[in-house]
């Protein structure tokens, strides 16, 4: 009997013992189509889903290498019912297609028409068919393209969407593999797509729409960029926030044909429409009597690509305006596909299928992203505060442990530890975070610090002029910051799982020298703040990144190199 490091159960949960010497490789094999739910020192837990089987599905992975992955790995016999399980759950993908008909156009279509028969009677596709063409075809309004794959995803059997794209308006895009110098310091430079970029932009062209998961920091908008290449047409990207806009718009700058004339803003501050038009996710999502006011930017123009960029954060609006952009090439940007409100299969259906996802740890071992240490430093609540939080309501237990007084001390011994660091503090609370800033002597950026000194602060960041900056939320996304080296994150959104993520990518841009970069959780001990951080970890644990824990009374006393904590 092999001795594998996975256990696989009846109930879908697969168990891999983290210190087998082939539970590295189980853990890439199983990575494209399990969930991992729980990571503990010794076995992690991951679970089987739909999703997760027809995301593999779409991908390329068939029902059969599956299979043979757990059969491979599993330390007892897989239980039968389970492999038959996961082939049928896989069959269901692509049972139903949406295709153009010659004479009918739109039509939803099946080879199995008990399927097909038993999503129509359904309520919840009322409305969204027109007329039964055959015993295996119905007709489908386009408008109803997005809304009923949504349907056919909740009723268990999505559909495959064959039906192609318009053209879109024509506008040439290039990539330029010449780069100007940003700075004084550097020096015009050429480049060329890594091969994983290449793979992802070829993967989603393949597909025609879907979305590309990728490490922080390992150039997400060059695959942005090679998808509009790809494409030639006018593009509509949706970001964020004002600042990840201009830095698309800078990198877009660099790295293509495209020039700033070409490329318009339509944020809170500007409204230009251009073939490339960059967009906040806010501005699109802005009510005014009830109504978006901003939805004319959906038909400005005859769009022939969508880009999302952390597609992961897509607001719900956003979702509904999707449903009525079927008809384009949709590209969506993220580092995880995890949403703590649970509606990946609306990035499924709506957005596209995941078309390739590289694993962290394989993109830095081909050195494109710096290896990360990730500690845990733990601090003990003192009597009063822990009385404060013993009696205080539930809502109010996580400000009270996540803003504890002794972080201020740890947070201090930590910089200490990294004099040669560029060092970022994160948080959630302002007020705690302009009392560390204040106590640092370091610049503070939070929601309401205007563009422009947010611009400045940054600029000046990677420029080296300031070596500490504490950050809020504000943060999290698309802020490029190549230098930073050190990150101490003192409090969070509850147990967000794709903001640790991201986080930890604040820092992830590989280091001129090769070092190594350093991720601290400070977190107050038997408390919410505790449960929310294991929480947190999750993704990162999937991607191979294991957290020591430090106690806080230890510091002074361990190595500045946290490598020996």
Known sequence: MPDGPLIVQSDKTLLLEVDHPS??????????????????????????????????????????????????????????????????????YGRLQLVQDPAHGLVLRSTDRAVLAEV?????????????????????????????????????????????????????????????????????????MRPYQA????????????????????????????????????TLI????????????????????????????????RKEIKPVTIATYQVL??????????????????????????????????????????????????????????REDEVFSLIGPKRFDAPWKDIEAQGYIAPADCVEVRLTLPESERMTYATAEMEDKYRLAASASGKKKVVEQIVARHPNDQVLVIGQYIDQL?????HLGAPIITGGTTNK????????????????????????????????????????SFGSRQEEAQRLGRIMRPKADGRTAHFYAVVARDTVDQDFAAHRQRFLAEQGYAYRIVDAEDLDESPADSSAL
């Open 285 to 342: 999502t802005t009510k005014r009597k009830g109504v978006y006011t901003h939805l004319e930017l959906l038909d400005a123009r005859d769009w022939g690509l969508v880009l999302y960029d952390e597609v992961h954060l897509l607001p719900a609006p956003v979702f509904r305006m999707t449903a009525d952009l079927q008809a384009r090439r949709r590209l969506g940007l993220t580092a995880t596909l995890v949403r703590e409100d649970g």
């Open 120 to 192: 129509l009677k359904s309520r919840r596709t009322a409305g969204l068919v027109g007329e039964r063409l055959d015993d295996a075809t119905v007709a489908v309004h386009p408008s109803e393209r997005g809304h009923l794959k949504q349907v056919l995803v909740k009723l268990g059997w999505p559909a495959e969407d064959l039906a192609g794209y318009v053209d879109g308006e024509k506008h040439p895009i290039e990539l330029n593999h010449t780069t100007e110098p940003r700075t004084p310091h550097e020096k015009a430079s050429t480049w060329e």
């Open 23 to 92: 539970a590295e490789q189980a853990r890439r094999s199983i990575a494209p189509f399990a969930e991992l739910e729980r990571a503990p020192e010794h076995v992690h837990t991951y679970r089987l889903t739909a999703l997760g089987l027809w995301n593999a599905r779409a991908a390329g992975h068939d029902a059969e290498q599956v299979v043979s992955t757990l059969i491979e790995f599993s330390r007892y016999p897989v239980p039968h019912a389970l492999l038959v399980d996961v082939a049928e759950t896989m069959a269901r």
């Open 434 to 438: 302009e009392e560390l800033a204040e």
């Open 453 to 492: 000194e947010r611009q400045r602060l940054f600029g000046a960041f990677r420029e080296g002029e300031i070596s500490r900056l504490v950050v809020s939320k504000v943060a999290n996304y698309s802020v490029d910051l190549p230098e930073a080296s050190v990150a101490i994150q003192v409090s969070g």
């Open 199 to 234: 793979q992802a932009v070829d993967g989603f062209w393949h597909g025609g729409s879907g979305v590309v998961v990728l490490p922080c920091g390992a150039g997400k908008t060059i695959v942005g960029a090679g998808a509009m290449a790809k494409s030639g047409t006018t």
């Open 238 to 269: 949706l970001v964020t926030n004002t600042v990840s806009a201009r830095q698309w718009r800078d990198e877009l700058v660099r790295r293509t044909s495209l020039t700033e004339d070409e490329i318009g803003e339509y944020s809170g501050a």
